[in-house]
C-alpha cells in the first residue's frame, strides 16, 4: 500500500438505525474498493464487519468496525457503526476520529429513532453527513413518504443529489442531477450504465438541479455572484459551494441506493472522495497518535485502533504519553480491513489504522513524540442507562470475574464497572438491556465465568427536618481502668439559604449556646457536616473532640435509619462529663455515636432518594403509554414538546424506579423510543415508602443478629 498524504485520505462513518444496512453498505464499498471479490452478507454470516461469534448469532453489529478502500487514488476509511443505542459507544468513539458520517435511512422506514439518535449525536459533535436512503429495492419503500419524512427530521439542510426512476422491487437506477446523468444497474453486482435522462424525467431532473445550485451558491459569495449573472453553475462549482456546506453542517447531501443489490454505491464513495472533508493537514507537526478503541483479537492479542493526529508514525518508533510519561514502542503497524490486517510501514496524519502488544496505549490515550506534551481530549461517552449490581454464582470465582470485568470495560469505555462501598456491591452500569447481554455472553463464553445480576440496592441518603438534643453516658467498669464519657449535643438541619444560629430551646428552655469553634466538612457522599464546640468551664477535655467527632463521622456513615450516609447536619457537643481516671478515647467515640443516634430518631429524620431527570423521545403513538409508565414509576412528568417528528417527555423518576426501565420502553413502545437519564438530586421519599424501607432495614438487622 502507498503512503497517503492528508488530502488522499477520507475518514467516514456508517450510521444508522438498526437494520439499515450498515453492515451490507460496508461490504459493498469494500467490493467497490477491491478489497474483496465477493461480497458476504449478514444472513450468511460471512461479512467483513460482522466477524465476531455474537455478531454472527445475533445477525447485528454490536462494536464499531474499522475498514479501508482504495478507491480513485485516495484511501476511504470506513468505520462500520452499530445502530442500536445500546451499542452508541461505538458511534461516538467514531465521532471522534472520522471527518464525515454516511447516515443511512431505511426507505422502507423512514427515520426512526435510531436514526434520529445517530444524526443528533453527530451534530454534537460537528459531524458532517451525507444522507443514504438505501433498500429502495424493498417492497414498503416510497419516495414521496421518504422525503416527507426526511423533511420532517433535517428540514431545510437536506439537498437532492439523486431520486430513483421507480421504488420496490423494481428499483434498479436513479437520476444524478450533480452529473445530470441516468445511471442504470444491469445486475445485483454494481454494474453501472451511464445513460441519458429519459425525456420523461428531464423537467423534474432540472427542477431538482435548480434547487441543488440554488443550495450550492449559498456558501460562497464568488458563486453567488455567477449564479445571479448565469444562472447556473458548473459541476466542480457546485461540489466546491456543496463542499463549504457540508463542512459546516447546514448541508445534508442525499443520495438513492440499494446496498444488498450494490447500486449507487460507487457514487457515494465518488462524492465522498470529491466533496467530503479531507482530514486536516498536520503533517509537519510532531508525530502523535489518538487511541479511539481497543480489542483483543486471535493471533495479534490486545490492538489498539487509532487516528494519527500529526505528523508521521513509523514501525519502532518510540512515543509516550504525556499524562503518564509511560513510553511506548510502536512495533508494527496495520490498514484496518475488518479481520484483515495489511502491514504498512508507516502512517501519516489523517490516516487511521493500528498497532498492537502496546503495554499502556488504551482507549483515549495519547502517544506522541517523548518531550512533545502534545494530548488530546478524551472522547466523552453517554452516561450509563442501565445497572445491576453483580456476583459469581459460583464463590470461589470473585476474583476470576473482577479481573473479566476489568478487560471488558477496558475494551468498552462504555460499560463501567465499580464496587460501591457504601452499598457493599459490585455495580455493573451499562447502555442498556443488550449491552448486559453482550457483557454476560462474553463473560461465560470468553472468560468461563457464570455470574448472577441482579437489581442493586439504591444509595439512600439520611438527614433530619428538627431540631433535637439528647445525653448519652458511656460507662464500663470490669475490674483495673474503666471507661466513661458523657455527652450532651444538641442537632439540626442544614438549610440552604438558612442562616446560621446558636439560639434554641432545650428541655423547654431558651439557651444560646456559646460557640468556641466550628467546623464544616464536605461529605464525599455530598451535603455537609457542621461540628460545633460549645464546652465550657472544662465539661471535657479537649483533647476529647476528635473522639467525639469521630464519633459522629461514624453514624454519618452508617445512618440510624437504614445505615445509608447521612448528610446536612449540625451538630453542637454543649455539655458532658469525664471520669480524670476512666476517659478515654473510646469511651467519648462509643458516647457521642449514641447520644447522636438518640437525637436523630427524634429530630423527624427524614429517608432520601436519588432522583433522576429522564428525557424520552418516542414517537406520537406511543406517549400516552410512556407518559403512564413513568407516573406509575413515581415518577413526575416537567415537560413535554415534539422534537423533529418526534415527541419528547421530560421527568424526574425515582432511581428506585428506574431498574429495567429500558426493557420496559422498548417493550411498549416496540422498540421505537429512547431515552437519556441523569442524575439530579435527592429528595425525600413518600411516608409509606419510608415505612417499608425501615422494616427491611429492621428485618435484615434481626437476621444478621
Known amino acids: 500500500m502507498k503512503e497517503y498524504q492528508a488530502s488522499e485520505i477520507r475518514n467516514l462513518v456508517l450510521l444508522g438505525s438498526t437494520r439499515s444496512g450498515k453492515t451490507t453498505l460496508a461490504e459493498a464499498m469494500l467490493y467497490e474498493g477491491k478489497v474483496i471479490d465477493r461480497r458476504g452478507t449478514v444472513e450468511d454470516k460471512n461479512t467483513v464487519s460482522d466477524s465476531t461469534e455474537y455478531e454472527k448469532t445475533n445477525q447485528r453489529s454490536v462494536y464499531a468496525t474499522p475498514l479501508f478502500a482504495e478507491f480513485m487514488n485516495a484511501k476511504m476509511n470506513i468505520i462500520d457503526a452499530p445502530g442500536a443505542d445500546d451499542f452508541c459507544g461505538g458511534a461516538v468513539s467514531a465521532f471522534k476520529v472520522c471527518d464525515a458520517g454516511v447516515l443511512l435511512v431505511n426507505a422502507q422506514q423512514g427515520v426512526e429513532v435510531g436514526t434520529e439518535n445517530n444524526a443528533r ?28 419524512s426526511l423533511k420532517e427530521s433535517f428540514g431545510n439542510k437536506l439537498t437532492y443529489i439523486q431520486f430513483p426512476v421507480t421504488t420496490g422491487p423494481s428499483f434498479d437506477g436513479f437520476v444524478d442531477v450533480l452529473m445530470m446523468k441516468y445511471y442504470h444497474f444491469k445486475d445485483a453486482n454494481g454494474t453501472r450504465e451511464d445513460l441519458a435522462i429519459p425525456d420523461s424525467l428531464v423537467d423534474q431532473a432540472e427542477e431538482y438541479r435548480q434547487a441543488l445550485i440554488e443550495k450550492a451558491a449559498e456558501y460562497d459569495d464568488s458563486l453567488m ?70 480489542a483483543v483479537e486471535q493471533h495479534l492479542g490486545e490492538v489498539s485502533y487509532f487516528k494519527v493526529m500529526g505528523g508521521k508514525i513509523t514501525e519502532g518508533m518510540d512515543l509516550e504519553d504525556p499524562v503518564t510519561g509511560n513510553k511506548e514502542r510502536v512495533t508494527a503497524l496495520y490498514a484496518v480491513a475488518g479481520t484483515k490486517k495489511e502491514k504498512v510501514s508507516c502512517l501519516r496524519a489523517g490516516d487511521l489504522g493500528c498497532t498492537v502488544k502496546l503495554k499502556y496505549g488504551k482507549a483515549n490515550t495519547t502517544l506522541s513524540e517523548p518531550g512533545s506534551g502534545i494530548s488530546y481530549d478524551p472522547i466523552a461517552f453517554p ?126 428552655k431558651d439557651v444560646t449556646l456559646n460557640v468556641k469553634s466550628q467546623e464544616s466538612f464536605d461529605l464525599e457522599w455530598g451535603g455537609k457536616l457542621e461540628f460545633i464546640n460549645c464546652i465550657v468551664g472544662g465539661a471535657i477535655d479537649a483533647r476529647f473532640m476528635p473522639a467525639i467527632l469521630k464519633g459522629l463521622n461514624d453514624k454519618m456513615n452508617e445512618g440510624p435509619l437504614t445505615g445509608s450516609y447521612a448528610r446536612d447536619i449540625r451538630v453542637f457537643v454543649y455539655d458532658g462529663k469525664m471520669h480524670p481516671v476512666d476517659s478515654n478515647e473510646i469511651s467519648f467515640i462509643l458516647a457521642s455515636r449514641n447520644a447522636f443516634k438518640e437525637a436523630f430518631r427524634n429530630a423527624g429524620p427524614k429517608i432520601l432518594e436519588p432522583i433522576y431527570s429522564l428525557e424520552v423521545m418516542t414517537p406520537s403513538e406511543y406517549m400516552g403509554a410512556c407518559m403512564s409508565d413513568i407516573q406509575n414509576r413515581r415518577g413526575i412528568i416537567e415537560g413535554m414538546s415534539s422534537k423533529k417528528g418526534f415527541e419528547v417527555i421530560t421527568a424526574r423518576v425515582p432511581l428506585a424506579e428506574l431498574y429495567r426501565y429500558s426493557t420496559t420502553l422498548s417493550s411498549i413502545t416496540s422498540g421505537s423510543a429512547t431515552f437519556t437519564m441523569k442524575f439530579a438530586d435527592y429528595s425525600p421519599v413518600p411516608g409509606d415508602v419510608q415505612t417499608k424501607l425501615l422494616e427491611a432495614y429492621a428485618a435484615q438487622e434481626g437476621e444478621e443478629e
Open 121 to 148: 449525536l453527530a451534530g454534537d459533535y460537528g459531524l458532517p453527513l451525507i444522507v443514504a436512503v438505501n433498500q429502495l429495492d424493498g417492497e414498503k419503500a416510497d419516495w414521496e413518504t421518504i422525503q416527507n
Open 225 to 294: 455572484e455567477k449564479f445571479f449573472e448565469s444562472g447556473t453553475l458548473t459541476e466542480d462549482e457546485i461540489r466546491k459551494g456543496l463542499a463549504i456546506g457540508i463542512r459546516d453542517c447546514d448541508v445534508m447531501p442525499v443520495f438513492c441506493c440499494s446496498a444488498k443489490k450494490d447500486i449507487g454505491v460507487k457514487r457515494i464513495l465518488e462524492f465522498s472522495k470529491n466533496v467530503a472533508p479531507a482530514p486536516e493537514n498536520k503533517e509537519s507537526d510532531p508525530a502523535a497518535l489518538f487511541i479511539y478503541k481497543n
Open 383 to 508: 452516561d450509563p442507562k442501565y445497572r445491576c449490581a453483580i456476583k459469581a454464582k459460583n464463590k470461589n470465582d470473585e476474583t476470576k470475574l473482577g479481573e473479566a470485568l476489568s478487560k471488558i470495560a477496558g475494551q468498552d469505555p462504555t460499560v463501567i464497572v465499580a464496587y460501591s462501598k457504601e452499598l457493599r456491591q459490585t455495580i455493573l452500569s451499562c447502555q442498556g438491556e443488550q449491552h448486559l447481554g453482550l457483557v454476560n455472553w462474553k463473560l461465560t463464553k470468553e472468560y468461563g465465568v457464570e455470574a448472577e445480576m441482579f437489581a442493586p440496592k439504591i444509595p439512600y441518603r439520611e438527614t433530619i427536618t428538627k431540631t433535637a438534643a439528647a445525653t448519652y453516658r458511656h460507662k464500663k467498669q470490669s475490674g483495673g481502668a474503666g471507661q466513661f464519657g458523657e455527652v450532651a449535643l444538641f442537632i439540626c438541619p442544614i438549610v440552604e439559604g438558612q442562616p446560621f444560629t446558636n439560639k434554641f430551646k432545650i428541655d423547654g
